[in-house]
């Protein structure tokens, strides 16, 4: 069996049968002569690196294709019904009575898939509607809200009234995953379906996901976590540039792999083993204190809800400051009131020694706009937190303060900020050629970088990192950590960085605040957290971390 093909084991009828899809986009191969073959009630993974062709293949499953793209196969077909007829898919028309209700999707971008005018009950409910399966009014609320309960989304009847940026991350993920589910599909395709989510909110949606498996639909499983591809996948395919250079049974893969490429994926796993912390030396000069920090929202019918809890976090000089938790825990609740973006009920934040946010002394944001270049964030959705007409010398060139080059004669400045740019660009470990190039035409590992960038532009002392990393493949995952770290060591940059991932956030972070319900459990040196967690939470936080 060469490594381009994958088949079931003998007897079983495929539900999904491919064979020689190729996709190219702009004159490049992207995909190139893709073959497996999925039967009901397995699970088929594939893995590789940003840019290995594993997110083209899904969509071209469905046929949702770019603009620029062009795919063709020998064949593709869904229980004998073939979606590539003469070669090349079929057309819109015919997709739209597949998509959903034969084959569904899943991607890993919930912020932008879910429309932020709908609610949230809309969004998940959609799929019943356009197929036929619910009518509008009590049957399809009922529905919606059994669609949320299955998924262990909480309070599901109220926030299926609540509108996409009303969730956390994880929340908006799983209700993409409900609505993925909504018409019972035969075949679901799931691009990096945990990636947002925390470890143990991650551990039953894989438990939903393998119930669903046993129930009779295939599951197509896009994923650069390793550990969630060893809990569900019946076999696994490596891609890499295009190209299938591994495949098998998901044990024999994953522990005996036959590839380098492979084996040096595995290796790239985070293992929570600090990175560069002989060189990454902290100050005692404070750059941010925050005290009792306290955040409660208005519900609805009345009374309120408490999303932060009297938390405090001190962030030195040179200082990386790991903030960790379930979803909905406060994370980026707390890093909202730490950027001056949310008022908080109660307590304060100092920056460098000066009032930055506080509950009762008044700090008006003309006041904070004049210090915002020292603070800068680096979100996880990179794509989404960039002009997608812009190129990435103009995206970089937004965050340079105007007073670095205001001396400058007009000729003299625009050269300065280009070579400024560019001398970002290296530090990030980004190519010149690639300063031209639009936020579509780069890889995830690319963006981020573009991010960071665009983020060291101001010189800022500190920088606010919300799950930077969760969105990409291990193996780049490991780069912009090493990156990241390396910056610290060289420059003495602080910064807060907040993740769900004990793994992640024990390679950088010099100390650990675990939050839970907005109430922060356990705080101390990353090495103590990681290897004496005092509290219970912590101990299942690292139990589902290394599981």
């Not at 969004?123 to 949320?148: I, K």
């Not at 002009?387 to 007009?410: C, D, H, T």
């Not at 035409?441 to 960038?453: F, N, T």
């Given at each position: 069996?060469?490594?381009?093909?994958?088949?079931?084991?003998?007897?079983?009828?495929?539900?999904?049968?491919?064979?020689?899809?190729?996709?190219?986009?702009?004159?490049?191969?992207?995909?190139?002569?893709?073959?497996?073959?999925?039967?009901?009630?397995?699970?088929?993974?594939?893995?590789?690196?940003?840019?290995?062709?594993?997110?083209?293949?899904?969509?071209?499953?469905?046929?949702?294709?770019?603009?620029?793209?062009?795919?063709?196969?020998?064949?593709?077909?869904?229980?004998?019904?073939?979606?590539?007829?003469?070669?090349?898919?079929?057309?819109?028309?015919?997709?739209?009575?597949?998509?959903?209700?034969?084959?569904?999707?899943?991607?890993?971008?919930?912020?932008?898939?879910?429309?932020?005018?709908?609610?949230?009950?809309?969004?998940?409910?959609?799929?019943?509607?356009?197929?036929?399966?619910?009518?509008?009014?009590?049957?399809?609320?009922?529905?919606?809200t059994g669609l949320l309960a299955r998924v262990h989304v909480p309070e599901p009847e109220r926030r299926a009234k609540q509108y996409p940026h009303q969730l956390s991350g994880g929340l908006r993920q799983r209700a993409l995953i409900a609505s993925g589910l909504a018409a019972?599909?035969?075949?679901?395709?799931?691009?990096?379906?945990?990636?947002?989510?925390?470890?143990?909110?991650?551990?039953?949606?894989?438990?939903?996901?393998?119930?669903?498996?046993?129930?009779?639909?295939?599951?197509?499983?896009?994923?650069?976590?390793?550990?969630?591809?060893?809990?569900?996948?019946?076999?696994?395919?490596?891609?890499?540039?295009?190209?299938?250079?591994?495949?098998?049974?998901?044990?024999?893969?994953?522990?005996?792999?036959?590839?380098?490429?492979?084996?040096?994926?595995?290796?790239?796993?985070?293992?929570?083993?600090?990175?560069?912390?002989?060189?990454?030396?902290v100050q005692d000069r404070v750059v941010l204190r925050g005290t009792g920090l306290t955040a409660r929202f208005p519900l609805p019918g009345g009374g309120s809800v408490t999303a932060a809890n009297?938390?405090?976090?001190?962030?030195?000089?040179?200082?990386?400051?790991?903030?960790?938790?379930?979803?909905?825990?406060?994370?980026?609740?707390?890093?909202?009131?730490?950027?001056?973006?949310?008022?908080?009920?109660?307590?304060?934040?100092?920056?460098?020694?000066?009032?930055?946010?506080?509950?009762?002394?008044?700090?008006?944001?003309?006041?904070?706009?004049?210090?915002?270049?020292?603070?800068?964030?680096?979100?996880?959705?990179?794509?989404?937190?960039?002009?997608?007409?812009?190129?990435?010398?103009?995206?970089?060139?937004?965050?340079?303060?105007?007073?670095?080059?205001?001396?400058?004669?007009?000729?003299?400045?625009?050269?300065?900020?280009?070579?400024?740019?560019?001398?970002?660009?290296?530090?990030?470990?980004?190519?010149?050629?690639?300063?031209?190039?639009?936020?579509?035409?780069?890889?995830?590992?690319?963006?981020?970088?573009?991010?960071?960038?665009?983020?060291?532009?101001?010189?800022?002392?500190?920088?606010?990192?919300?799950?930077?990393?969760?969105?990409?493949?291990?193996?780049?995952?490991?780069?912009?950590?090493?990156?990241?770290?390396?910056?610290?060591?060289?420059?003495?940059?602080?910064?807060?960085?907040?993740?769900?991932?004990?793994?992640?956030?024990?390679?950088?972070?010099?100390?650990?605040?675990?939050?839970?319900?907005?109430?922060?459990?356990?705080?101390?040196?990353?090495?103590?957290?990681?290897?004496?967690?005092?509290?219970?939470?912590?101990?299942?936080?690292?139990?589902?971390?290394?599981?």
């Amino acid at each position: 069996m060469s490594a381009q093909e994958y088949a079931p084991e003998a007897g079983t009828q495929p539900l999904l049968d491919v064979k020689g899809l190729s996709v190219v986009l702009g004159g490049a191969s992207i995909v190139e002569n893709l073959g497996f073959e999925l039967a009901a009630g397995q699970c088929v993974a594939i893995v590789g690196e940003s840019g290995a062709g594993k997110s083209m293949t899904g969509r071209a499953l469905l046929g949702l294709l770019p603009e620029r793209a062009t795919a063709r196969a020998e064949r593709v077909q869904l229980e004998g019904r073939e979606l590539y007829p003469a070669g090349s898919p079929q057309r819109e028309r015919e997709w739209l009575s597949v998509r959903g209700r034969e084959i569904a999707l899943v991607s890993q971008d919930a912020l932008v898939s879910l429309d932020p005018l709908r609610s949230v009950g809309s969004e998940v409910g959609e799929p019943l509607v356009v197929h036929g399966l619910a009518q509008r009014g009590r049957e399809l609320n009922q529905q919606v809200t059994g669609l949320l309960a299955r998924v262990h989304v909480p309070e599901p009847e109220r926030r299926a009234k609540q509108y996409p940026h009303q969730l956390s991350g994880g929340l908006r993920q799983r209700a993409l995953i409900a609505s993925g589910l909504a018409a019972q599909p035969k075949v679901l395709i799931a691009d990096e379906p945990t990636t947002a989510l925390d470890a143990t909110v991650q551990a039953r949606i894989l438990e939903l996901l393998g119930e669903i498996k046993e129930q009779g639909t295939g599951i197509v499983l896009i994923s650069h976590d390793l550990h969630v591809v060893a809990r569900l996948a019946d076999h696994v395919i490596v891609m890499k540039s295009g190209r299938v250079v591994e495949q098998g049974p998901a044990p024999a893969v994953l522990t005996a792999p036959a590839h380098p490429y492979t084996r040096e994926l595995l290796a790239a796993h985070p293992d929570g083993q600090p990175l560069l912390a002989e060189q990454r030396v902290v100050q005692d000069r404070v750059v941010l204190r925050g005290t009792g920090l306290t955040a409660r929202f208005p519900l609805p019918g009345g009374g309120s809800v408490t999303a932060a809890n009297g938390v405090d976090i001190t962030v030195r000089a040179g200082e990386t400051v790991g903030l960790v938790g379930e979803s909905g825990s406060g994370k980026s609740t707390i890093m909202r009131i730490l950027l001056g973006l949310h008022r908080p009920s109660a307590g304060e934040v100092l920056f460098h020694g000066e009032p930055w946010n506080s509950a009762t002394v008044g700090v008006s944001e003309r006041s904070r706009r004049a210090r915002r270049h020292d603070i800068q964030v680096v979100a996880q959705d990179a794509h989404s937190a960039m002009n997608k007409r812009w190129s990435v010398q103009r995206i970089i060139a937004e965050g340079l303060e105007p007073s670095e080059f205001k001396e400058l004669q007009l000729g003299d400045r625009a050269r300065s900020r280009t070579a400024r740019v560019l001398e970002l660009m290296a530090s990030v470990g980004l190519e010149p050629g690639l300063a031209g190039r639009r936020p579509s035409e780069l890889s995830g590992g690319q963006r981020q970088r573009v991010a960071i960038a665009r983020a060291l532009a101001a010189r800022p002392t500190l920088l606010l990192c919300d799950e930077p990393v969760s969105a990409l493949d291990v193996t780049v995952q490991a780069q912009v950590i090493g990156l990241l770290a390396d910056l610290q060591a060289r420059t003495g940059i602080s910064m807060v960085f907040i993740s769900h991932d004990l793994a992640v956030v024990g390679q950088l972070a010099h100390t650990i605040v675990v939050l839970k319900d907005g109430d922060v459990v356990e705080t101390g040196p990353a090495h103590q957290v990681l290897t004496r967690p005092e509290h219970e939470y912590t101990r299942e936080l690292l139990a589902s971390s290394v599981g």
